[in-house]
């Protein structure tokens, strides 16, 4: 493997950092006027269609009847019932203190990998749950105990249940039976979690009550900004460095996105940026940092004895 310049690498970041943290704003315009799970839906569908055609013309094999039931859990976990979620939210919350609560994400990893896998967190990873519970519970403040700006409980309420299925979801598919190359596996969980948004959008009661005529310039620019950089050059930029960099580097993402997020919110958008905001992020952001950094220790096995876990992602 050819050493890439530094000038890739860091267009790359820039790429998974500014495209993925833009996301959350993008979301929040495209559901101005297109309902979430049609939007979402279209979005993986088309994104989906276009890599799984980029790997087919490639020549990659064509995958078999048990990876594509693996594709769909996958897509339903991360696609439908995660970024569908997020989707569907947005309506209601603010893209920046959205993309904060998505930030505890690595929370329930570490709960799931103590709970299933028998991980144990380290002082560190117990610290970085508690910051992040502390950072949702002062961002969302359902009481408005310290003031500001209310935010909607039932939209974060579905916003915290995203991250859960998110984590589950990347957790299920370490073991599962998904094609080797990864632009397919993820195009395959794109296509099967948009018709699953679709579906959903259709079982809601969206597309009876949606008149494509009501689109605005902004949502239409929106939807194709997500498709072709959220979901194509950020992902392609973020499998990219993963093959040229170290993990823990490409970690970083976790905890600048919602920073660019938050202020993109701010700059674009007029969203609420007040002190309690950015006494949240900087909690979330440290719980983040300390998790992914942490984590958990694997339990201890008699010698010879294997636990019968892997760390492969």
């Given at each position: 493997?050819?050493?890439?310049?530094?000038?890739?690498?860091?267009?790359?970041?820039?790429?998974?950092?500014?495209?993925?943290?833009?996301?959350?704003?993008?979301?929040?315009?495209?559901?101005?006027?297109?309902?979430?799970?049609?939007?979402?839906?279209?979005?993986?569908?088309?994104?989906?269609?276009?890599?799984?055609?980029?790997?087919?013309?490639?020549?990659?094999?064509?995958?078999?009847?048990?990876?594509?039931?693996?594709?769909?859990?996958?897509?339903?976990?991360?696609?439908?019932?995660?970024?569908?979620?997020?989707?569907?939210?947005?309506?209601?919350?603010?893209?920046?203190?959205?993309?904060?609560?998505?930030?505890?994400?690595?929370?329930?990893?570490?709960?799931?990998?103590?709970?299933?896998?028998?991980?144990?967190?380290?002082?560190?990873?117990?610290?970085?749950?508690?910051?992040?519970?502390?950072?949702?519970?002062?961002?969302?403040?359902?009481?408005?105990?310290?003031?500001?700006?209310?935010?909607?409980?039932?939209?974060?309420?579905?916003?915290?249940?995203?991250?859960?299925?998110?984590?589950?979801?990347?957790?299920?598919?370490?073991?599962?039976?998904?094609?080797?190359?990864?632009?397919?596996?993820?195009?395959?969980?794109?296509?099967?979690?948009?018709?699953?948004?679709?579906?959903?959008?259709?079982?809601?009661?969206?597309?009876?009550?949606?008149?494509?005529?009501?689109?605005?310039?902004?949502?239409?620019?929106?939807?194709?900004?997500?498709?072709?950089?959220?979901?194509?050059?950020?992902?392609?930029?973020?499998?990219?460095?993963?093959?040229?960099?170290?993990?823990?580097?490409?970690?970083?993402?976790?905890?600048?996105?919602?920073?660019?997020?938050?202020?993109?919110?701010?700059?674009?958008?007029?969203?609420?940026?007040?002190?309690?905001?950015?006494?949240?992020?900087?909690?979330?952001?440290?719980?983040?940092?300390?998790?992914?950094?942490?984590?958990?220790?694997?339990?201890k096995t008699p010698p010879g004895v294997s636990d019968g876990q892997t760390d492969a992602p």
């Open positions: 493997m050819n050493t890439p310049s530094r000038a890739k690498i860091i267009t790359a970041f820039a790429a998974v950092y500014i495209i993925w943290g833009s996301t959350y704003l993008g979301i929040r315009f495209a559901v101005e006027s297109i309902p979430p799970f049609l939007m979402a839906g279209t979005r993986f569908i088309i994104a989906g269609l276009i890599l799984y055609g980029f790997v087919f013309w490639r020549g990659v094999e064509r995958p078999t009847l048990a990876q594509w039931k693996s594709a769909a859990i996958v897509g339903a976990a991360l696609l439908f019932l995660g970024n569908g979620g997020v989707s569907w939210a947005e309506q209601y919350v603010p893209s920046g203190i959205t993309a904060l609560i998505i930030a505890v994400t690595p929370v329930w990893f570490l709960i799931f990998d103590w709970w299933h896998r028998g991980y144990q967190p380290t002082p560190g990873g117990v610290m970085g749950l508690v910051l992040g519970t502390l950072g949702v519970g002062l961002l969302v403040d359902p009481a408005n105990i310290i003031g500001g700006q209310e935010i909607d409980p039932v939209g974060a309420g579905v916003l915290v249940i995203a991250t859960m299925f998110w984590a589950g979801g990347s957790l299920y598919s370490r073991g599962s039976q998904l094609p080797a190359n990864p632009f397919q596996a993820t195009a395959m969980e794109m296509i099967a979690g948009g018709i699953l948004c679709v579906l959903a959008g259709i079982a809601g009661g969206e597309l009876s009550d949606f008149d494509p005529a009501s689109i605005v310039p902004r949502s239409l620019f929106s939807l194709s900004y997500l498709i072709a950089f959220g979901s194509l050059v950020g992902f392609t930029a973020y499998i990219w460095l993963l093959r040229h960099v170290q993990p823990s580097m490409v970690a970083t993402y976790a905890y600048v996105n919602p920073i660019i997020a938050v202020l993109l919110g701010w700059l674009i958008a007029d969203e609420v940026l007040g002190a309690r905001i950015v006494l949240a992020a900087i909690t979330i952001v440290a719980a983040v940092a300390l998790i992914t950094t942490y984590s958990v220790r694997k339990p």
